[in-house]
């Protein structure tokens, strides 16, 4: 195991800091002062401290666990294989669709996905989510968000 979180948190450092890299290379919002890359330079951040904890946890000795081989057949696989394939249809048709009918129809493929079949919840929660983010980002922070097919609505 403490290869395998070795390796893993080298992994996280190096996409925290290409997350860093890509927001650095955003416009600065001369009104609120934070601009767009605000939340990416925070998680950036994050995941290279979270990430050197653990290269410390593992060299410390302090790993547990054992690494398993990934086999298809197991649930947890093929869930997360089903869950990166979503994520980049998601990042495919953001522009072209919009935010809100694509977090929409990806919030409630996901909610399918991880078991929830409760149809009241998954009518009501991706709506809702979808909405409460976009007026965070769109009306509060001033940051346009893809409207896509909903451009003459919006």
């Known amino acids: 195991m403490k290869i395998a979180d070795i390796f893993g ?21 001369v009104v609120m002062k934070i601009g767009p890359s605000f939340f990416p330079n925070i998680l950036g951040g994050l995941l290279i401290v979270f990430s050197a904890t ?5 060299v410390r000795g302090r790993s ?4 398993e081989p990934y086999r ?5 696989t093929q869930r997360g294989l089903i869950t990166l394939a ?9 522009d072209p669709l919009g935010f809100i009918p694509t ?3 990806f919030l409630t493929f996901m909610m399918l996905v991880t078991g929830k079949r409760n149809p009241m919840l998954i009518a009501v929660t991706p709506a809702l ?6 007026l965070v980002f769109e009306k509060v922070l ?11 609505f919006l």
């Open 64 to 67: 547990k666990g054992r690494v």
């Open 86 to 94: 979503a994520g980049i249809v998601f990042c495919a048709v953001l």
């Open 72 to 76: 298809l057949a197991d649930k947890g």
């Open 54 to 58: 653990l290269i410390v946890s593992a």
């Open 9 to 29: 948190g080298a992994l996280g450092i190096l996409i925290g800091l290409f997350a860093i890299w890509e927001g650095s290379k955003m416009p600065t919002d």
């Open 142 to 152: 001033s940051l346009s968000m893809p409207a896509g097919v909903l451009a003459d």
């Open 129 to 134: 989510v979808t909405l409460a983010v976009w």
């Open 103 to 105: 977090s929409i129809i």
